[in-house]
């Protein structure tokens, strides 16, 4: 069974960075998509950024300009770059990769302080 972890989350201060690593513990054939989604506390758990497989990078526009996906495919791992990080930013922030089924990260806490 694979499994995706997920490391780089942490606590940073307004402003700062962090980048975001998830990992496949085996080969996913056939990726259609890669991606980020984040999940606050109250809210429901929302797209950050996708890689859909041949087509243009998407992100939301809460994040455009600040954070950078990217992947590499040869070792299935998937990235968030995160810069300028707002207190509103602070979240759970999940992987995803989407093949024949959905693989789902453990998430990492990501908290940002005013």
């Known amino acids: 069974q694979v499994q995706l972890v997920e490391s780089g989350g942490g606590l940073v201060q307004a402003g700062g960075s962090l980048r975001l690593s998830c990992a496949a513990s085996g080969t996913i054939f056939s990726i259609a998509s890669m991606g980020w989604y984040r999940q606050a506390p109250g809210r429901q758990r929302e797209l950050v950024a996708i890689i859909p497989n041949g087509k243009r990078t998407n992100y939301a526009d809460s994040v455009k300009g600040r954070f950078t996906i990217s992947s590499d495919n040869v070792k299935t791992t998937v990235y968030l770059q995160m810069s300028s990080l707002k207190p509103e930013d602070t979240a759970v922030y999940y992987c995803?990769?989407?093949?024949?089924?959905?693989?789902w990260g453990q998430g990492t806490q990501v908290t940002v302080s005013s």
């Open positions: 995803n990769i989407v093949a024949s089924r959905s693989y």
